[in-house]
């Protein structure tokens, strides 16, 4: 039951496409539950591969009138120029919390959770959190707080702008799934840009129910849930 309740393990299984994870473990020696799990997250992440899909611009169009319509705070990062914010469970100088709750991004959590359960085929993925990234250049740098890997959904009018992740990648309308703790960075650009990046926050399992509950209104699903929040139609 333990095992079956932890968000950090089932954050890494719905990134597999078979969701399935053969873990052997010496049942006659102690094992602690954490060490299980420890090792299922060394041996998921050895499965784990990068990802790239081409998204159709028509599916993106309704998502980038919506970004581009609400406004969007300068963002604080270091390694991250312009705005945006996170949406979700973050986090902040006294502990943890779930930021943001409007219809609008309410709205913005569905409609990207429905384009990236339609380009992927993988109904079962879950997050706590989205990041999103407004007209923003970001330098080199490794992501930290994400429980596994992320996926990010890149669109706008705009040249350059590339997707730097070993090498330089074409993001415009794209989809990837990849290592947040790998070094990664975005090229300059002429136009208008967004990222949004969906990941789980290594703090959910510190969340009690009422902010599990203002993450299921926002649209966000739960490691653990068995049920999805309501979607928007493409």
């Known amino acids: ?60 169009e309704a998502l980038s009138t919506l970004i581009f319509s609400l406004k969007w705070p300068e963002q604080s990062r270091p390694n991250v120029q312009g705005r945006g914010r996170c949406i979700g469970l973050t986090a902040g100088p006294s502990g943890h919390y779930v930021s943001s709750f409007r219809d609008e991004h309410a709205s913005l959590v569905r409609l990207s959770h429905a384009i990236l359960w339609k380009v992927t085929r993988r109904p079962a993925l879950r997050f706590t959190s989205l990041q999103v990234n407004i007209d923003s250049i970001a330098r080199t740098h490794t992501d930290s707080g994400n429980c596994g890997w992320s996926f990010m959904l890149v669109g706008g009018t705009f040249t350059g702008g590339l997707f730097v992740y070993g090498e330089p ?28 990046v969906f990941f789980v926050h290594s703090l959910v399992v510190d969340i009690n129910w009422q902010e599990r509950e203002l993450l299921w209104r926002l649209g966000f699903w739960h490691p653990v849930d068995t049920d999805r929040p309501q979607e928007l139609s493409l």
């Open 1 to 60: 039951v333990y095992l079956r309740e932890s968000p950090v393990l089932q954050s890494l299984l719905v990134a597999l496409p078979s969701r399935r994870l053969r873990c052997e473990c010496d049942l006659s020696q102690p094992c602690h539950a954490d060490a299980i799990i420890d090792e299922c997250r060394k041996m998921a992440a050895s499965k784990l591969r990068f990802e790239e899909w081409l998204v159709p611009a028509d599916q993106m």
């Open 169 to 196: 990648r074409e993001s415009c309308n794209r989809l990837f799934h990849f290592d947040g703790h790998r070094p990664h960075s975005s090229t300059d650009f002429q136009g208008r840009r967004f990222s949004l």
